[in-house]
């Protein structure tokens, strides 16, 4: 599959976490790792993970101008998915509303979720990760990669097996 890893840091956590994901989909995937501010139109990418962080209630600018550039319908047949970032400390509070307004959009682009909304933790506000984090990001990241990988091809398979039963 072709992948990006698109993202926005201001202090390093994210693009940490980023940057992990991407290597951990390299050994099996064409991966693109970018930061939201250089970030162009996605052609021909199967699936997008989107990350940002969490920070005193502020939109993620950098991802949403990102998508406010994009043209109509350039998420179509591009699956996506978001995570975040955020300090230990507001764990137990809300699922991030700025997540559901993400995935609105990305919608709106014509884009398709491709599974739930993924948090990752900080021990302090600045950082650093909670022990563990990373690993969890990778494994997160490899077992979507594997699910879509498993998927796409059954579902290349139907369509050959449809096309040969057309022909036939
Ligand atoms: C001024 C400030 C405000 C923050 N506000 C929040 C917040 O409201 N909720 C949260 O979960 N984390 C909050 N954090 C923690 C950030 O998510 C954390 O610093 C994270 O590392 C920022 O991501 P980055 O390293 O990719 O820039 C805040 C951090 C700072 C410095």
Redesign the pocket.
Known sequence: MHIWVVYE???????HIARVIADALSTTHRVRLVEAQQAEVPYHVDLIFIGY?????RSPEAILAWLAKLPYNALKDTLFVVFD???R??RICHRSGETRHLTRLLQQLGGRKAGNAQSFY?LG???PLSEGELRRAVRWAITIGERLSHLSATTMLASEKHSHHVIA
């Open positions: 840091s201001r202090l390093g956590n994210t693009a962080p969490l920070h005193k209630g970032i955020r300090y400390r507001f900080l506000k600045g950082g």
